[in-house]
């Protein structure tokens, strides 16, 4: 089975995958890919307003695949409250 790479950056630290895992195919890759990205936001409530996820799929020749992008922005529009 190919192995596919998982690079990930949560807006503060990108991460490289040097291990990888497995797939029968790119869009079972994929699909971890999405899952991993909305737990990565679940996990990692941000400071501020806005912040973006990534995750770069690779495949074992290092060729980029696929890429997915979930991007928080918020913005007031009344004055905030205090905190």
Same mark, same amino acid.
């Given at each position: 089975?190919?192995? *596919? *790479?998982?690079? $990930?950056? #949560? !807006?503060?630290?990108?991460?490289?995958? #040097? $291990? %990888?895992?497995?797939?029968? !195919?790119?869009?079972?890759?994929? +699909?971890?890919? /999405?899952?991993?990205?909305? &737990?990565? =936001?679940?996990? /990692?409530?941000?400071? %501020? &307003?806005?912040?973006?996820?990534?995750?770069?799929?690779?495949?074992?020749? =290092?060729?980029?695949? *696929?890429?997915? $992008?979930? $991007?928080? =922005? !918020?913005?007031?529009?009344?004055?905030?409250? +205090?905190?």
């Amino acid at each position: 089975m190919p192995r *596919y *790479y998982f690079d $990930t950056d #949560d !807006g503060l630290l990108p991460v490289r995958d #040097d $291990t %990888g895992r497995e797939f029968a !195919g790119v869009r079972a890759a994929r +699909d971890l890919a /999405q899952r991993a990205l909305r &737990e990565m =936001a679940q996990q /990692q409530i941000p400071d %501020g &307003e806005s912040r973006v996820f990534k995750i770069s799929i690779r495949d074992e020749k =290092a060729a980029l695949l *696929y890429v997915a $992008t979930l $991007t928080l =922005a !918020g913005e007031w529009k009344i004055s905030p409250p +205090d905190a």
